[in-house]
């Protein structure tokens, strides 16, 4: 193989390629492989044992006004990350999207 690849090369033009070493499974890989099920798991027993009855009742009970605030207030951490990155580049950066 390394021949053809060489000769196809040259019959081309170009250089031979360098040779990637595939990675198949690592330990590592099969450890995040096993967190994920364990995950996935834990998150499937807890909503298969969830009573929706109750869930309903203490949405209907719940303040709205908080929970919007908290939706805003988690968001605001991703202003400040946006405006510490635009400190910290020299390039001037759009604070919005650019518009082409």
Known sequence: MDDLRDEAATAVGVEAPQLVRLRRVTWWTAAQLGLLALAVSTVVGALSSLDYEELGSILQD???G??????????????????????????????????P
């Open 66 to 99: 908080w929970i919007a605030f908290g939706l805003l207030a988690a968001e605001l951490p991703r202003v400040t990350q946006a405006i510490s990155t635009l400190g910290s580049v020299t390039a001037s950066l759009p604070f919005s999207r650019a518009r």
């Open 62 to 64: 719940a303040s709205w």
